[in-house]
């Protein structure tokens, strides 16, 4: 009779619930809500990166304004005059800076980006956030130096005479591919470096060659017309005829240029976005 009262007792004991966590095996997405809440360290993170990046320098804010200034120096004397290459009916002063303020733009928020995760590895070990803000305030906090080096533009515009036209009402849009361009490489090069720090030392040889790919000394229109769909894949080279095109009555609207350009961004985002949420959940035992 005891043994018979101790088995009912044993099984109407209730088993224990186990519960195993898994990362998803596929498509893993955003969680809108989650970002929407994280708007304020958004901000925060936007804003420390600008104190960073000029702290405890003596001129400040003021090399957003000597970074194109100088090297549309060098590119007006090796290119303009040595080179003599065209320039589109500018004066190659002109020329350049209307390439080089979203190309110096463009490759700053790239390497930033994309050495985001590595550069707040504290951060990412310690609290739990979307870290996707990451590289994300990096691109965003360079927008203020492109304001500061569109204002630069501006001013050479008026020195040489050249008249302001409702064109320049196109710039947010061209600012807004230039965010796309280096946020959706960005993100895959974030992603890559917490695994491989070989990333780091590759970013400066890629930004190098990217610039000479993208028609920033010299004019688009020097490219073969049959190479001009896979060159219009480069999409900050789209953004570079957007900028001209605001700026020379004689520039012709980038068309196609900018759908294929566009196309690509679209791609790079989705692809990216893809990659990065497959392996973040490892970045902080990784980092």
Request: glycine share 4%; no cysteine.
């Amino acid at each position: 009779m005891k043994e018979l009262a101790r088995s009912v007792a044993r099984t109407s004991q209730p088993t224990a619930l186990v519960i195993t966590i898994r990362p998803p095996s596929g498509w893993a997405p955003l969680d809108l809500r989650e970002f929407a809440g994280a708007h304020e360290l958004l901000y925060f993170l936007v804003l420390r990166s600008l104190k960073l990046r000029y702290k405890q320098t003596a001129l400040g804010a003021a090399w957003a304004l000597l970074q194109p200034l100088l090297t549309m120096a060098v590119f007006t004397l090796v290119f303009g005059r040595l080179a003599r290459l065209g320039s589109d009916g500018l004066p190659y002063p002109v020329f350049a800076l209307a390439a080089l303020v979203p190309w110096t733009y463009f490759a700053n928020a790239l390497t930033q980006a994309s050495n985001s995760l590595v550069d707040q590895q504290q951060l990412l070990t310690k609290v739990y956030f979307p870290r996707l803000l990451l590289p994300l305030a990096a691109v965003i906090s360079g927008v203020v130096d492109l304001a500061i080096s569109f204002a630069l533009l501006l001013v050479v515009l008026a020195w040489y005479d050249l008249a302001t036209s409702l064109r320049l009402l196109a710039a947010p849009g061209f600012v807004l591919l230039a965010a796309a361009s280096a946020f959706a490489p960005g993100m895959w090069l974030a992603a890559l470096n917490v695994r491989y720090r070989d990333v780091r030392y590759v970013i400066p040889f890629l930004v190098q060659i990217w610039l000479f790919a993208t028609p920033v000394a010299y004019s688009s229109g020097l490219v073969p017309e049959r190479w001009r769909p896979l060159y219009q894949l480069n999409p900050i080279a789209s953004v570079v005829d957007g900028f001209r095109w605001m700026v020379a009555p004689d520039a012709p609207w980038p068309g196609r240029g900018l759908a294929i350009s566009v196309a690509a961004v679209a791609v790079l985002l989705t692809t990216g976005l893809y990659f990065f949420r497959r392996v973040e959940r490892s970045f902080a035992d990784v980092v």
